[in-house]
């Protein structure tokens, strides 16, 4: 069974720095394409950051280009997501999901990690 | 940045009544556009994807349709579990965008 469990979430004061984790199970991540989605209370989703499963490429959303590192462990089965220089405006649920095979499609996702950034 | 727009922002229906919901990219993303279901403290659920393939598990009563810049997922008969938050979402180009959503409440 595909699962995604993301940790890591906690508050935050601002400027503060955050690693979030999703360890993977029921499939290999350096076969797929791996992203950083969140939802600030009350809102919509919002697409943070993309990991390519070929060459290991990563995009980044303009809001958090500069501040946020995506990367992965292989061995570990494992998505980071270092976020440093944090603002209110950050404060979300964070999903890492999947990318449909090929496709920047999420076919399936973890249960969030809520990130609070507040003074 | 290609933006989405959702429409209605809300829709209120009946159980086995058809819905359907509309989504305009401001930008043709060809037919790279994907829709997903969201219900409250539920991470969101992949419907369809490249417009009009369905995803895995997906029961038939989900259809989209739709190329360029115009898009459309109906629902043809609503059940009780139906009833929820729908966002699009674009992978034409980066960044990749969602619409701001469109609650289908229970009239």
């Known amino acids: 069974e595909v699962q995604m469990l993301e940790s890591g979430g906690d508050l935050m004061q601002p400027g503060g720095s955050l690693r979030l984790s999703c360890a993977a199970s029921g499939f290999s991540i350096d076969n797929c394409d791996m992203t950083w989605v969140r939802q600030a209370p009350g809102k919509g989703l919002e697409w943070v950051s993309s990991?390519?499963?070929?060459?290991?490429?990563?995009f980044y959303a303009d809001s958090v280009n500069g501040r946020f590192t995506v990367y992965r462990d292989f061995s570990q089965n494992m998505l980071f997501l270092q976020m440093n220089s944090l603002r209110a405006e950050d404060t979300a649920v964070y999903y890492c999901a999947r990318g449909l095979p090929g496709t920047f499609y999420f076919d399936s996702w973890g249960q969030g990690t809520l990130v609070t950034v507040s003074s | 940045e290609i933006v989405l727009t959702q429409s209605p922002a809300t829709l209120s229906l009946s159980p086995g009544e058809r819905a359907t919901l509309s989504c305009r990219a401001s930008q043709s993303v060809v037919s790279y556009l994907g829709w997903y279901q969201q219900k409250p403290g539920q991470a969101p659920r992949l419907l369809i994807y490249?417009?009009?393939k369905r995803a895995t598990g997906i029961p038939a009563r989900f259809s989209g349709s739709g190329s360029g810049t115009d898009f459309t997922l109906t629902i043809s008969s609503l059940e009780p579990e139906d009833f929820a938050l729908y966002y699009c979402?674009?992978?034409?180009?980066?960044?990749?965008?969602f619409g701001q959503g469109t609650r289908l409440e229970i009239k």
């Open positions: 979402q674009q992978r034409r180009n980066w960044p990749i965008t």
């Open positions: 490249d417009a009009s």
């Open positions: 990991l390519r499963d070929s060459g290991g490429d990563t």
